[in-house]
């Protein structure tokens, strides 16, 4: 070996010898490199391979759990019964109740539910696949104002349980086969902007995609208030409504809602928060088909211009506290500018169904603020809102519950801001009484002040050269629309 090493040597001069070897060198790395690469591919080939062994050994595995479970049934046993299938789960599931929302708690139940009126409990005997379930049980008082103590101090505490003992199930006295909604008449019910905000619009959101096929189990009954409002009642269930606390029996249903849905603001629907995209655009066409209302829209500008018909001015009169003291010249006005004039009250005794076709007739609604515009809600497409904001810094407020809702009602909005000699509180405290001078004090002393005073104890007398060019703004917007 060493005598050919040295015959190779010779063969080749020094410098050539030199160059051979780094030639050598060169091709012994790239011979490493490419059995690396090879090496790397030929392991990916291999892994590759492996995982597609275990995609079909998993495939088979989940068609024959698939199989299995076809046996199992859409209902679950009782909650602590330590049965788990995994692959029937949903991979979302939701809560039995909702208790994060500002304005409301309510729980949304699918199972084996037995309600107990008398005394106020629903017990869940087995629940449906598709809920987490965080708790045993829940304390709902199902109206929309839940924030507010003093409404929520008259609504009736309902309690939510998961039974979990077998010999504690109650038995079934009437079974119902379509689904149920319990609602409070209690909070402010019977004053007519709570009855929209907390009681009707969240009532609507949350019956309507039943299309009639639900039943009302009704809990600090009103009865005046199922009066006021059968219609709208009747349309959204064809069931009876049941008075549910004088409940002796045990009432069974497969799926019932416990309170209302409802969203954050005030007589509004938010449409991105509806699962089937409500608005108020529907609420609106719902109440005319309800109330037979024929005007979707507002004065037309020809109507106007060839004098055949005049925009209709509707005054919302009060009697105890925020009425129009000077309502007769108000209206003399309205008319030389070529409204015509009605002036009207709505009331608890006030037939809602004539009311609101009184409103719809009209173009322009004007009132102080408080429950009595509330009656927008009935006005045409394009028609105008005037509101009367009375003193005692309560302009937010007013443009919460009015301003801003009449926007998703397709209306304008106007707003007239009274000065201190067009309020009757300047006949009965000094010009230069606190009242006037800083009306947050009387805020920070609470909302029951604020009410007495400014609320309660105030009327206005409006300036009607001040006045005028308001009601002559809205003329013109009607003129704008079309």
């Known amino acids: 070996m060493?005598?050919?090493?040295?015959?190779?040597?010779?063969?080749?001069?020094?410098?050539?010898?030199?160059?051979?070897?780094?030639?050598?060198?060169?091709?012994?790395?790239?011979?490493?490199?490419?059995?690396?690469?090879?090496?790397?591919?030929?392991?990916?080939?291999?892994?590759?391979?492996?995982?597609?062994?275990?995609?079909?050994?998993?495939?088979?595995?989940?068609?024959?759990?698939?199989s299995n479970s076809q046996h199992l049934g859409v209902t679950s046993p009782l909650i602590n019964s330590g049965i788990q299938h995994e692959e029937s789960e949903p991979k979302e599931l939701k809560p039995i109740c909702i208790v994060m929302e500002p304005r409301t708690d309510f729980c949304e139940i699918t199972g084996d539910i037995r309600l107990h009126g008398n005394s106020s409990t629903v017990n869940i005997a087995s629940l449906q696949n598709g809920f987490l379930v965080e708790n045993n049980s829940w304390n709902i008082r199902p109206y929309s104002r839940k924030e507010n103590a003093a409404a929520m101090s008259s609504v009736k505490n309902w309690s939510i349980n998961l039974v979990t003992n077998h010999n504690e199930i109650p038995h079934c006295n009437i079974n119902h086969s379509v689904p149920a909604i319990l609602f409070s008449l209690g909070g402010f019910s019977g004053n007519h902007f709570?009855?929209?905000?907390?009681?009707?619009?969240?009532?609507?959101?949350?019956?309507?995609?039943?299309?009639?096929?639900?039943?009302?189990?009704?809990?600090?009954?009103?009865?005046?208030?199922?009066?006021?409002?059968?219609?709208?009642?009747?349309?959204?269930?064809?069931?009876?409504?049941?008075?549910?606390?004088?409940?002796?029996?045990?009432?069974?249903?497969?799926?019932?809602?416990?309170?209302?849905?409802?969203?954050?603001?005030?007589?509004?629907?938010?449409?991105?928060?509806?699962?089937?995209?409500?608005?108020?655009?529907?609420?609106?066409?719902?109440?005319?088909?309800?109330?037979?209302l024929k005007r979707t829209e507002a004065i037309k500008s020809r109507d106007v211009e060839d004098r055949t018909i005049r925009p209709r001015l509707l005054i919302i009169s009060r009697r105890n506290s925020r009425s129009f003291v000077n309502v007769g010249r108000i209206s003399k006005t309205a008319q030389t500018l070529g409204y015509k004039v009605v002036v009207a009250e709505a009331n608890l005794s006030t037939d809602l169904a004539g009311f609101a076709k009184i409103v719809n007739s009209c173009d322009v609604l004007m009132g102080v603020h408080g429950a009595g515009l509330t009656n927008m809600i009935f006005l045409p497409d394009n028609a105008i809102l005037i509101q009367i904001i009375?003193?005692?810094?309560?302009?937010?407020?007013?443009?919460?519950?009015?301003?801003?809702?009449?926007?998703?009602?397709?209306?304008?909005?106007?707003?007239?801001?009274?000065?201190?000699?067009?309020?009757?509180?300047?006949n009965q405290y000094p010009v230069d009484h606190v009242i006037f001078r800083n009306p947050m004090s009387v805020h920070e002393q609470g909302w029951d002040a604020v009410r007495s005073i400014y609320l309660e104890k105030q009327n206005v007398k409006l300036n009607l050269n001040r006045f005028r060019p308001t009601l002559s703004k809205a003329l013109e917007l009607l003129l704008h629309y079309h």
């Open 2 to 66: 060493y005598k050919y090493k040295t015959i190779f040597g010779r063969s080749f001069s020094k410098n050539e010898r030199k160059r051979f070897g780094y030639g050598a060198f060169g091709c012994l790395i790239m011979a490493i490199s490419i059995s690396i690469v090879f090496r790397h591919y030929l392991c990916q080939l291999s892994l590759l391979h492996l995982l597609k062994s275990m995609d079909a050994g998993l495939e088979k595995m989940m068609i024959k759990n698939t």
């Open 390 to 426: 009375p003193l005692g810094r309560i302009k937010m407020l007013a443009r919460i519950d009015f301003g801003e809702p009449s926007r998703d009602m397709n209306l304008s909005y106007l707003e007239y801001k009274i000065s201190k000699k067009e309020s009757t509180l300047a």
């Open 194 to 292: 709570h009855d929209f905000s907390d009681l009707v619009i969240p009532l609507y959101l949350t019956s309507r995609e039943f299309d009639g096929e639900v039943q009302f189990l009704v809990t600090d009954y009103r009865p005046w208030w199922i009066s006021k409002f059968r219609k709208i009642l009747e349309k959204l269930s064809k069931y009876e409504i049941i008075d549910i606390d004088k409940q002796e029996s045990v009432h069974c249903y497969s799926s019932i809602i416990v309170g209302l849905k409802c969203h954050d603001k005030e007589l509004r629907i938010d449409p991105s928060k509806s699962p089937t995209g409500l608005s108020m655009k529907d609420f609106r066409d719902f109440l005319r088909s309800t109330y037979s």
